[in-house]
């Protein structure tokens, strides 16, 4: 990334505040972006549960890791992070299909 030039203070608040804004609304989207991609694995969940099927899928989550750390690569994203991010859905996931399957609500 380029280094920038010192600005004046107000120059340089209101650049801040510019990057924070796009930050925000990306956030903003990374959550939309979640609780879709959540619709879905509630779906997947019940469907799994219908049908007497494991909750996990250590094959799929396998192939799942090493796409998104090939694609974190591609995008210069470091892959380690990706890889955890993954592991954190992919728990919450797996919690929330076990919990389908016992009858609770996920």
């Known amino acids: 990334m380029p280094e920038t030039s010192p ?3 107000d120059d ?3 650049e801040l505040d510019g990057i924070r804004q796009s930050i925000d609304n990306i956030d903003a989207a990374l959550i939309h972006l979640l609780a879709e991609r959540f619709k879905f694995t509630q779906k997947v969940g ?3 549960a219908a049908n007497g099927m494991p909750a996990s899928d250590p094959e799929r989550e396998r192939v799942q890791i090493a796409r998104l750390r090939a694609l974190a690569e591609e995008s ?3 892959p380690a992070f990706a890889e955890k991010f993954l592991n954190f859905i992919v728990a919450e ?3 929330h299909h076990v ?8």
Do not use: F, Y
């Open 12 to 14: 340089a608040q209101n």
């Open 76 to 78: 210069h994203l470091d």
């Open 7 to 9: 600005l004046d203070h």
């Open 93 to 95: 996931v797996i919690h």
């Open 99 to 106: 919990k389908i399957a016992s009858g609770e609500s996920a």
């Open 46 to 48: 019940r469907l799994k």
